[in-house]
C-alpha cells in the first residue's frame, strides 16, 4: 500500500529565509505526487503536482518541488518565504483505483514564520 | 468557475443526533469525493463517486455514514447516531475523469459532536 512521511511536524523559519519541507513516499509504480497548502479552519490549495516529465515542478506562490526517484521523495522549497506562507503542508501521493483516483496524505508540516 | 462549495462551514451537534453535510462540485465535474481530516492528520479518502454511481467506499465509512449522489450533481453526506470521534473536517473534491489524480478540494464543513 502506498503511503507518504512527513518527517518534519513543526518547522519555524525567519522572512525572507530559505524554506525545504521533507516528503517521503513509499508506492510500487511511479507516482504522482502532490504538494498543498491549508490555512487554519480551512480546505486544501493545490500548490504543485508531479505526473512525469521534468523532475523539477514549479508551482503557485513561488513554490518549487523536485521529484527524485532514487530517494523517493518530493521536497518542497521556496527561496524566500514570506509571513503569509504559514500554514500547514501536506504531501500527498496518488493513485489510480477502479477507475477512480484517491489520494493518500502525509500528517503535514506545520509551518511558522518569523518576522 | 465557482469552485467546490461545501454546506455548512461549521455544525455544531450533540452525540446521537444525525447531520448532513452537502456539497456542490465545480460544474462540469464528474467525478466527486470525500475525505474525512481528524486533528494533526492528514485528510482520509472516505468515498467517491462518478456522476451519480458510488464506485468505492473506504472501510472509515461505517454503517452510519452514507453518501449519495442524486443526478450526479450536488452530493450529500450523512452521519447518523453522530460519535465524539466523528468530530473532524469532512472535505468535499471534485475533477474531470480524464484527468487523473488531484483535484480541487472545498473549504470543507467543520463537524463537533458534544
Known amino acids: 500500500a502506498q503511503s507518504v512521511t512527513q518527517p518534519d511536524i513543526h518547522i519555524t523559519v525567519s522572512e525572507g529565509a530559505s524554506l525545504e519541507l521533507r516528503c517521503n513516499y513509499s508506492y510500487g509504480a511511479t507516482p504522482y505526487l502532490f504538494w498543498y497548502v491549508q490555512s487554519p479552519g480551512q480546505g486544501l490549495q493545490l500548490l504543485l503536482k508531479?505526473?512525469?516529465?521534468?523532475?523539477l515542478v514549479q508551482g503557485i506562490k513561488g513554490f518549487e518541488a523536485e521529484f527524485k526517484r532514487s530517494q523517493s521523495s518530493f521536497n518542497l522549497r521556496k527561496p524566500s518565504v514570506h509571513w503569509s506562507d504559514a500554514a500547514e503542508y501536506f504531501c500527498?501521493?496518488?493513485?489510480?483505483?477502479?477507475?477512480?483516483?484517491?489520494?493518500?496524505f502525509g500528517t503535514g508540516t506545520q509551518l511558522k514564520v518569523e518576522l | 468557475d465557482t469552485g467546490v462549495s461545501q454546506d455548512p462551514r461549521h455544525k455544531i451537534t450533540k452525540r446521537g443526533q444525525n447531520v448532513t453535510f452537502r456539497c456542490d462540485p465545480i460544474s462540469e465535474h464528474n467525478r466527486l469525493y470525500w475525505y474525512r481530516q481528524t486533528l494533526g492528520q492528514g485528510p482520509e479518502f472516505l468515498t467517491y463517486f462518478q456522476n451519480e454511481a458510488q464506485l468505492e467506499k473506504s472501510r472509515l465509512l461505517s454503517d452510519r455514514f452514507s453518501a449519495e449522489r442524486p443526478k450526479g450533481s450536488f452530493s450529500t453526506l450523512e452521519i447518523q447516531r453522530t460519535e465524539q470521534g466523528d468530530s473532524a473536517m469532512y472535505l468535499c473534491?471534485?475533477?474531470?475523469?480524464?484527468?487523473?489524480?488531484?483535484?480541487?478540494f472545498g473549504s470543507g464543513t467543520r463537524l463537533t459532536v458534544v
Open positions: 473534491a471534485s475533477s474531470l475523469a480524464w484527468q487523473g489524480p488531484g483535484y480541487t
Open positions: 500527498a501521493v496518488g493513485i489510480l483505483t477502479g477507475g477512480g483516483n484517491k489520494l493518500t
Open positions: 508531479y505526473f512525469s516529465g521534468d523532475t
